[in-house]
């Protein structure tokens, strides 16, 4: 038979690691470059972007000084494409380590 008494617990438990997970996922950032850091995005684990860094030299193009805005964009997209990816990394990496060890399916 269950015991209530250790449902409330658990539940309690599970609701101090949830706020654990969120302050964790608040406190890491991670930075991503493209176009050999001519764009940095920084971005938190929440994958709230925070700040997105474009480098003077990618806004003017080779051909006569005019800017390359279809370069431009694309070289923002991969910067915050690759620092979603690694904060997808740390937070699967954060998860694990405040759960201990738990072998939870969809989390390895």
Not at 22 to 47: D, Y
């Given at each position: 038979?269950?015991?209530?008494?250790?449902?409330?617990?658990?539940?309690?438990?599970?609701?101090?690691?949830?706020?654990?997970?969120?302050?964790?996922?608040?406190?890491?950032i991670v930075e991503a470059t493209s176009g050999g850091?001519?764009?940095?995005?920084?971005?938190?684990?929440?994958?709230?972007?925070?700040?997105?860094?474009?480098?003077?030299?990618?806004?003017?193009?080779?051909?006569?000084?005019?800017?390359?805005?279809?370069?431009?964009?694309?070289?923002?997209?991969?910067?915050?494409?690759?620092?979603?990816?690694?904060?997808?990394?740390?937070?699967?990496?954060?998860?694990?380590?405040?759960?201990?060890?738990?072998?939870?399916?969809?989390?390895?």
């Amino acid at each position: 038979m269950i015991n209530p008494l250790k449902i409330s617990e658990m539940l309690s438990q599970a609701s101090q690691m949830q706020e654990e997970v969120q302050r964790k996922l608040g406190e890491t950032i991670v930075e991503a470059t493209s176009g050999g850091g001519a764009v940095t995005a920084t971005m938190n684990g929440k994958k709230q972007l925070l700040k997105l860094r474009i480098d003077p030299s990618a806004v003017i193009g080779l051909g006569g000084g005019q800017p390359d805005v279809e370069m431009l964009e694309d070289l923002v997209v991969a910067a915050i494409n690759e620092a979603g990816r690694k904060a997808d990394e740390a937070i699967q990496s954060s998860v694990k380590g405040i759960l201990g060890g738990l072998n939870l399916p969809g989390l390895g």
